[in-house]
């Protein structure tokens, strides 16, 4: 069973970082694109960025870029999301999603990130 | 940006009627649509892939449909745990992007 598991969540005040972690298993990590989705309270989703299986293509969406890193470590089947000059807007459910057979095909349980002064 | 308009944005239906929502993309993104289904405090569950194809273990009463930039998630017949937002998204091109959502309300 596909497992997407996230951590690293929490309250964090606007210029703050943080790093989201993003455990995987169930499914050959180290061949797949990985992603982060997010959702701020009571609103839709946003792609934020995506990564291949090897790293060697990266993606973001404007809003992030500059401030969020993304990236693997495929010996540990895991995903990151390193957060800088965070925002009120950043504000949201973090979402780990592979991308298998499908795009945007399995979701993590999801971590909130609350960015408040 | 290619943006996606749903159509409702909610909609209250009885149980056993026949649900339509329609995705419309702002330009052509071929069959490269995908629906979603979020019910209230868990992750969005994909449901449809490529316009028309069904995820795994998805129940047959889901379907999708259309081409180009006109899309539609049917869902025949609505079962009561059908309750959710459901979301179209687009990964024809970057950014990738989401429909702003259809809430479906059981009557």
């Known amino acids: 069973e596909v497992q997407l598991v996230e951590s690293g969540g929490g309250l964090v005040k606007p210029g703050g970082s943080l790093r989201l972690s993003c455990a995987a298993s169930g499914f050959t990590f180290t061949i797949y694109g990985m992603n982060w989705v997010r959702q701020a309270p009571g609103k839709g989703l946003e792609w934020v960025s995506s990564?291949?299986?090897?790293?060697?293509?990266?993606y973001y969406a404007d809003s992030v870029k500059g401030r969020f890193t993304i990236s693997r470590d495929n010996a540990k089947n895991s995903l990151y999301l390193q957060m800088n000059s965070l925002r009120a807007e950043d504000t949201a459910v973090y979402y780990c999603?592979?991308?298998?057979?499908?795009?945007?095909?399995?979701w993590g349980q999801g971590t909130l990130v609350t960015v408040s002064s | 940006e290619i943006v996606l308009t749903q159509s409702p944005d909610f909609q209250s239906v009885t149980p056993k009627e026949k649900v339509t929502i329609t995705c419309r993309a702002s330009?052509?993104?071929?069959?490269?649509l995908h629906w979603y289904q979020q019910k209230p405090d868990q992750s969005p569950k994909l449901l449809i892939k490529?316009?028309?194809q069904s995820f795994s273990g998805v129940p047959s009463r889901f379907s999708g449909s259309g081409s180009g930039t006109d899309f539609t998630l049917t869902i025949n017949p609505l079962e009561a745990e059908d309750a959710a937002t459901y979301y179209c998204?687009?990964?024809?091109?970057?950014?990738?992007?989401f429909g702003q959502g259809t809430k479906v309300e059981i009557k």
């Open positions: 490529y316009a028309s």
């Open positions: 990564i291949s299986s090897s790293s060697s293509y990266i």
């Open positions: 998204h687009q990964s024809s091109s970057l950014p990738w992007t």
């Open positions: 999603v592979s991308t298998m057979i499908a795009n945007l095909d399995c």
């Open positions: 330009q052509s993104i071929g069959s490269s």
